[in-house]
């Protein structure tokens, strides 16, 4: 057996950390002297340890980590892991979009003096929305759910031998915009007019293009509705994205083009 500190020195992990997996029932010693209160580790249990602390590395929490300990099917096991891999590979590929856009942001800060200079690179003009007719596809959403509800847009399309034009775009149903959960509704141009779910009808609307990744769209929208409440204009309808260039198009995320559609009326 083990005491704590010798635990601590086996696993390189604090005695303050061994007490909290205990009192969550992460780590349970395997024995509790009932006169000291001493905690006791069997030998087995530091395989248990390491394997926490790897768990943690890869990012799982220690509520995901209890569950994992329990999980019995290596396949599921197994799934996880590649789940979380996924994750990961995501968290990597946003902090070098992140990176780059702060690269060109300090670029942008020492070239003009002004820290907020980005937002001058947006020219809001108002002019008629296009006719698109669209096979599309309404649910709450996340927006990291974008590819799945493509994805089942597109197959839809496959089955039934629509013709896609190549646009996409996103409309927000909701008064606010929640990224976890919002009432969007994707669609994607087809060709074949009598087997639209939606036609989107021209309408008068403030545009502006982002080019960029999408993590930085909030700054174009931010400068959309400033300009319509500076220039006395008032939104008339649900707000959507048209996506001009993306990463389809083997673009990197600093050439992606969005154009962003606010309906308006005086």
């Known amino acids: ?110 070239r003009t003096g002004d820290i907020m200079s980005y937002q001058n690179q947006y020219q809001v003009i108002v002019k008629e929305s296009e006719r698109l007719v669209l096979a599309t596809a309404r649910n709450t959403m996340s927006v990291d759910e974008f590819g799945h509800y493509y994805g089942g847009i597109y197959e839809r399309i496959a089955k039934t031998h629509l013709t896609p034009s190549g646009v996409t775009l996103a409309i927000y149903h909701d008064d606010e915009f929640d990224p976890a959960a919002s009432d969007i509704e994707l669609g994607v141009e087809i060709l074949e007019e009598d087997k639209a779910d939606r036609i989107l009808e021209p309408v008068q ?31 008339a309808g649900c707000p959507f994205e048209i996506y001009r260039k993306t990463g389809f198009d083997k673009l990197p995320p600093e050439e992606w083009e969005t154009e962003i559609f606010f309906p308006v009326k005086r």
Do not use: N
């Not at 992990?13 to 010693?29: E, S």
């Not at 799934?79 to 990597?92: A, D, G, T």
């Not at 403030?206 to 008032?234: F, I, N, R």
């Open 1 to 110: 057996m083990l005491t704590i500190g010798q635990m601590s020195k086996a696993c390189s992990v604090t005695v303050k950390t061994l007490h909290h997996y205990d009192k969550i029932g992460l780590l349970k010693a395997s024995e509790v002297d009932e006169f000291t209160g001493y905690r006791y580790y069997s030998e087995d249990q530091i395989s248990t340890m390491l394997l926490i602390d790897r768990y943690k590395r890869y990012g799982f929490s220690l509520s995901d980590i209890q569950d994992l300990l329990k999980q019995t099917d290596p396949r599921e096991l197994r799934r996880q892991l590649k789940f979380q891999r996924i994750r990961l590979e995501r968290q990597r590929e946003y902090i070098s979009v992140t990176m780059g856009e702060i690269d060109r942001h300090m670029e942008e800060f020492e």
């Open 205 to 235: 609307c403030a545009v502006t293009m982002h080019k960029g990744p999408y993590s930085s769209l909030p700054d174009a929208y931010g400068k959309v509705v400033a300009w319509m409440k500076a220039e006395g204009w008032q939104i």
